[in-house]
């Protein structure tokens, strides 16, 4: 039998505020570790939520692909007016990428629709580099060998919340460490978090991604808020008398454990816990209020006030005491079974604005060559058309930009439109991803500062893809 004192209990405790206390204490013994964690560096993650379908992304633009494509999707052009020469799925519309290795596609050529104008400007400039065909995998596979069930392949494939689990913990719904998380650990026990609350931040829900061992996603407001105790700041909660003000005091000081007391040791700490968790976040809050607004505008969208969050939260890097950060956001909405045509143009402009602001705030910080930005997703979507939709997929295609990103570049591979191609499965022209997930991410950490070691430790599949294959940074 495992006996634990009540300290050992609360430090592997899931209680707190939003992820804004932690356990200090828990890795004070382990061996030191060998992250790189000179000057400062930030990865910005942003899961984009239902399957973004990167068949309707990056397109083709030479008229071969794009004849190919527009006959098995006639459905989803359809939706998008295509033969109307106003249409941004009309091909001579398609943005243009001027793949720098694109001689390494026999001819064919690649765009994005015009909602995505600053992903082509990024990508044409060298900010951004495409990465093509990733997904979840434990090793390489093909067609053949899932048709004879020989291939090792990762749990429910199709699952939304499993398939977002897998991409940020590597594992489905449970599983309880994400590789953000772990990488904000590492950075941590090697002394480049003096504050370890700030090394992972949420601009959204706390999702999976930034559960580490020791790291615990921290909460910040969106551009533009600050956090509230509802009912202690909101007057309409108890109403203008001075008894409803007496009342929200004592509320407030109740919500911040200021005069709780109690005989049982555990639920004493607990709300303790709880009470410093909630005075960090009002803490940060006040301090980004108080700070300097940045020149640059960001959309009142949803991603867009997202990631002016983590835009004011690196702007007080130097206050919050830490050289590396791993930040997240999320975008909702890609889940296009019907009606794609208006839904993914809709998110494609929200993600195209959000991410030109926040260039145009990392220039303004001077932080864009120490940042990563990187687009996860819970799968791509099906090559074959559902009507006007398209259904679950598996592997699709990513962002990522930076200041130091080898931009111009598709990195992986991107088949051709060809159901007969061995990356398609058999049904609906799924993709089985050339990239593995693990690959991809143990890129973004080596950049991050992580060594091989470290790398491997996170990612157990990693020595069985190649590295080297992915060298946008």
């Known amino acids: 039998m495992t006996f634990y004192n009540r300290r050992q209990f609360l430090t592997r405790s899931t209680l707190g505020f939003a992820g804004a206390t932690m356990g200090l204490s828990m890795l004070a013994h382990a061996p030191a570790r060998a ?18 379908d990167n068949n309707d992304t990056i397109l083709p633009r030479d008229s071969a692909s794009y004849d ?45 629709p015009r909602e995505l104008a600053a992903v082509q400007e990024m990508f044409n400039t060298g900010d951004l580099a495409v990465v093509g065909n990733v997904g979840p995998l434990l090793d390489t596979v093909d067609r053949d060998a899932i048709e004879a069930q020989s291939a090792l392949l990762p749990k429910r494939i199709f699952s939304h919340n499993d398939q977002q689990s897998t991409w940020m913990a590597l594992g489905t719904e449970g599983t309880r460490r994400g590789w953000g998380g772990q990488f904000a650990d590492a950075v941590i026990q090697s002394g480049g978090a003096p504050n370890p609350l700030y090394a992972a931040i949420t601009a959204t829900s706390p999702d999976v991604f930034l559960a580490g061992q020791r790291a615990q996603p921290f909460r910040i407001p969106k551009v533009g808020s600050r956090l509230r105790i509802d009912g202690a700041e909101r007057k309409w909660h108890l109403g203008y008398s001075d008894d409803a003000d007496a009342a929200r005091a004592k509320l407030a000081a109740f919500m911040r454990r200021e005069s709780f007391d109690h005989t049982n040791l555990f639920r004493r700490d607990a709300v303790k816990k709880s009470g410093v968790g909630i005075e960090n976040q009002i803490a940060y809050s006040e301090r980004a209020n108080a700070a300097m607004p940045l020149a640059t505008e960001f959309p009142s969208t949803g991603l867009g006030r997202q990631l002016g969050g983590v835009a004011q939260a690196m702007s007080l890097r130097g206050e919050l005491g830490t050289s590396r950060q791993v930040f997240y956001t999320a975008q909702g909405g890609y889940d296009t079974h019907d009606s794609q045509g208006g839904a993914i143009s809709a998110r494609h402009t929200e993600l195209g604005d959000a991410l030109a602001a926040f260039k145009a705030a990392m220039i303004e910080l001077g932080t864009w060559d120490d940042v990563l930005v990187f687009t996860m997703s819970d799968f791509g979507r099906s090559m074959v058309g559902n009507g006007d939709g398209s259904d679950h997929g598996w592997g699709g295609h990513h962002f990522v930009a930076g200041g130091s990103v080898r931009g111009g570049h598709i990195y992986g591979d991107i088949p051709e439109v060809d159901l007969a191609h061995p990356q398609y499965t058999k049904e609906r022209g799924r993709l089985i991803p050339t990239t593995s997930v693990e690959q991809h991410a143990a890129a973004l950490g080596s950049w991050f500062g992580l060594d091989s070691g470290e790398l491997n430790a996170i990612f157990p599949n990693l020595s069985r893809f190649d590295r080297s294959a992915l060298g946008f940074v």
């Not at 400062?40 to 899961?47: D, F, N, P, Q, S």
């Not at 020469?85 to 990428?97: A, C, D, G, H, V």
């Open 68 to 112: 190919a494509l527009k006959a098995l999707r006639g459905g989803i052009f359809d939706s998008h007016n295509a033969d109307d020469p106003t249409s941004s799925r009309y091909r001579e519309n398609i943005l243009p990428l001027n793949v720098q290795d694109g001689v390494r596609f026999n001819g064919r050529q690649f765009g994005v």
């Open 35 to 52: 992250a790189n964690t000179g000057g400062y560096k930030a990865l910005v993650g942003i899961m984009l939520k239902g399957g973004m």
